[in-house]
């Protein structure tokens, strides 16, 4: 793939989105100072580009710190259906039919971010994860493979050729395992991230447009989890069609 092709990270893109996730992650807001800390970078570049965002609505200022504007969620409102829409009742709903966590998942980027959670999570190192939302790698997740797999071809490509830079043999991997996970819909993380969990994930769709996952997660100790998750992931699927089939 040419150079112009390939998704390559950019110092000033990072650091823009370094900068809107700290003050997304700071209700009180975040000073220049800690910016300039957070992105590693001269407090003088950092006020440039703090500058131009409150401009444009992406931060807003209030006694020199800096919170999260409205522009990010006027762009999602103007794009329409970019976030799945599953409310935290029906996402415990899911969690009891499957009789396992749900967490349900976005691709951001290279990354896959936890939205929300159902259900009881047992693997209390998990939790903070989901509920800080916290960035997870594409390929080391069941949720981000099959995020990754339901993407855009042409994107999807340039997305493996910079995974590939990092962890060529995930990457290899996943490819073989891409028409499997494209057949069944279904995708699946033995110990990937966590050597003591299981977890398997299914499609959250908008018409024929895969918008998230939901991974359902298990405590790792053999073959029988698999027989499990695969059991929870039925039911879940039922429901989840009988729900469409009554609205």
Do not use: C, K
């Not at 209390?124 to 594409?138: E, K, N, S």
């Amino acid at each position: 793939m040419s150079e112009h092709g390939r998704r390559r990270r950019h110092r000033t893109v990072d650091r823009v989105v370094w900068i809107l996730e700290a003050a997304a992650r700071a209700p009180e807001g975040v000073t220049v100072a800690e910016l300039a800390r957070t992105v590693e970078a001269p407090a003088s570049s950092v006020q440039d580009l703090v500058n131009g965002l409150v401009a444009t609505g992406f931060l807003l200022e209030q006694h020199r710190r800096f919170r999260l504007g409205p522009a990010p969620h006027v762009l999602n409102l103007i794009a329409g259906r970019v976030v799945p829409r599953i409310g935290q009742a029906e996402l415990e709903e899911m969690s009891r039919v499957a009789g396992t966590p749900v967490l349900l998942t976005v691709r951001v980027g290279l990354d896959a971010v936890y939205l929300a959670r159902g259900g009881e999570e047992h693997i209390p190192r998990l939790v903070p994860l989901a509920d800080q939302h916290m960035a997870r790698p594409l390929l080391r997740t069941a949720a981000g493979r099959l995020l990754l797999a339901f993407t855009d071809e042409a994107e999807r490509r340039g997305l493996l050729d910079e995974l590939a830079r990092h962890d060529p043999d995930a990457v290899a991997e996943f490819r073989s395992a891409l028409p499997a996970i494209r057949a069944s819909r279904i995708s699946r993380s033995e110990g990937l991230a966590d050597p003591e969990v299981s977890a398997l994930a299914i499609p959250v769709t908008d018409g024929p447009v895969v918008t998230g996952a939901l991974a359902l997660i298990h405590q790792r100790r053999g073959r029988s989890e698999r027989l499990r998750l695969d059991r929870a992931a039925a039911r879940l699927l039922a429901h989840i069609q009988e729900s469409r089939m009554s609205r």
